[in-house]
């Protein structure tokens, strides 16, 4: 009996342990879609740094901002970002509350006229990376100053051309009143899941048939979203 009754103990110890885990997670994912390598997912979240940052204080809040990534020797590294200071997400950012960032790649449907395979459903690919800490307010000026620095550079070096407007040109003045209106944080990224969904435990030969179908299709960019939005917005 007592062996008995130390195996159901364990069993229970574990069973609540699993539970406990299962409580933490942010997301569903199957074992054959989760991804735990750690610089591969640093790279994603520094790729696809448009973060959607979710918080429950208070109720759902959800805004969208572009973040910068610090890495760090050990852990998951650190995420800065800024939001208005009129927006009431505010008030759940005080250093003690759980905060979610939500990194998204692109995303596609798969036809199942694509794979080799003939018994097949439809499905959508996507691969996703949630960090998990608490975003602390950074109060100190020259540091906001400094971060707000980097994230205008490094973005403007990605994407608008590096060499065409100089952060530094525009009067003190200026971006002190601009950083009046905004609030920066640092968040610290305790934990982090990855899910990619993108069909890699298919067979050789379907795998193959997807990069082909995605090679074809056509998705709307936010160029035409734009372009078509502002057509919408003269009528």
Known sequence: MPERRDFL??????????????????????????ERDRPFLIDFMEEFSFAMLVSSKGGIRITNVPTLFNRDKDGWGSIWFHIAKSNPQNNAFDGAEECLAVFHSPHAYISPNWYDSKNAVPTWNFAVVHGRGKPKRIDDDPAFAAGLKRLVETNEG???????WDFNK????????????????????????????LGHERSPKDRVGVLKGLEKQQQRSILDLTRDYYSRRKA
């Open 9 to 34: 103990l364990g069993l229970s110890a574990m069973l609540t342990m699993e539970e406990e885990a299962a409580a933490q997670d942010t997301i569903y994912i199957p074992e054959r879609q989760a």
């Open 158 to 164: 990605h994407y608008g051309g590096g060499d065409k």
């Open 170 to 197: 525009l009067p003190d003045s200026y971006l002190k009143g601009m950083r009046q209106g905004i609030v920066a944080y640092e968040m610290k990224v305790e934990s982090v899941e990855g899910k990619f969904k």
